[in-house]
């Protein structure tokens, strides 16, 4: 509830089958300060758009999250 925003990326479902109870949007709605906003391409393009000089970004999951920053573009 400290963070300003709280960016939901999909769910990565490692061993187990995503049985589609529970999705990131779902996830997102009930999280303080949560948003769902798409794919990883969705995710990267709202941030280039919303990241300002002095904010902290934290990108923390399981999986391919890592590869956010491929597609951001960043240089």
Same mark, same amino acid.
């Given at each position: *509830?400290?963070?300003?925003?709280? $960016? $939901?990326?999909? /769910?990565?479902?490692?061993?187990? !089958?995503?049985?589609?109870? =529970? *999705?990131?949007?779902? =996830?997102?709605?009930?999280?303080?300060?949560?948003?769902?906003?798409?794919?990883?391409?969705? /995710?990267?393009?709202?941030?280039?758009?919303?990241?300002?000089?002095?904010?902290?970004?934290?990108?923390?999951?399981?999986?391919? $999250?890592?590869? !956010?920053?491929?597609?951001?573009? !960043?240089?």
């Amino acid at each position: *509830s400290d963070v300003d925003k709280a $960016i $939901i990326a999909d /769910i990565y479902a490692a061993r187990e !089958l995503d049985n589609g109870e =529970v *999705s990131a949007k779902m =996830v997102a709605d009930a999280t303080p300060n949560g948003e769902y906003v798409g794919n990883m391409d969705d /995710i990267a393009d709202y941030l280039k758009k919303e990241l300002r000089q002095g904010d902290l970004l934290v990108v923390m999951g399981a999986g391919d $999250i890592y590869k !956010l920053f491929e597609h951001m573009d !960043l240089k």
